[in-house]
């Protein structure tokens, strides 16, 4: 099976269908996905542009933002980096109203067993359950 790995722009187009001609190339590509005809990697930095470009150009919603991502996690044939700290970021950012990359470094320490985030910036580390921040 061939293995692609997928930009953000081409998920942007899928998302908005703002350009309908590329919106269509777009779904093509995820149903041969779906159909196990090509194997899609999505590196983590293209899930946070695409979180990025759909909050602050589009003005999504943080719920819509959500489930977006989540469909694009359970899309047969789609290898999303990282997609478990993504999914629990994406609990932290929509429920606890914290910015995706203060969610997404949230998740990835209690995820992967740290004593404690090191930070200057409290704001949002403080709004996350279980997570020992301290300040430097």
């Known amino acids: 099976m061939k293995k692609v790995v997928v930009d953000t722009s081409v998920f942007i187009r899928l998302f908005t269908v703002?350009?309908?001609s590329k919106f269509t190339k777009a779904k093509?590509?995820?149903?041969?996905?779906?159909?196990?005809?090509?194997?899609?990697?999505?590196?983590?930095?293209?899930?946070?542009?695409?979180?990025?470009?759909?909050?602050?150009i589009y003005r999504v919603s943080k719920e819509e933002i959500s489930e977006i991502v989540?469909?694009?996690?359970?899309?047969?044939g789609m290898n999303v980096?990282?997609?478990?700290?993504?999914?629990?970021?994406?609990?932290?950012?929509?429920?606890?109203?914290?910015?995706?990359?203060?969610?997404?470094?949230?998740?990835?320490?209690l995820h992967n067993g740290a004593d404690e985030l090191i930070t200057f910036d409290e704001t949002d580390f403080k709004k996350v359950d279980n997570l020992r921040v301290r300040i430097l």
């Open 18 to 20: 703002d350009d309908e």
């Open 28 to 56: 093509e590509l995820v149903e041969q996905a779906i159909r196990g005809e090509v194997e899609i990697f999505v590196p983590f930095i293209v899930t946070a542009e695409i979180v990025w470009v759909l909050e602050k």
């Open 70 to 76: 989540e469909s694009l996690i359970n899309t047969p």
């Open 81 to 109: 980096e990282l997609s478990g700290v993504v999914r629990s970021a994406l609990g932290l950012y929509r429920e606890k109203n914290i910015k995706f990359a203060d969610a997404v470094i949230s998740s990835w320490t």
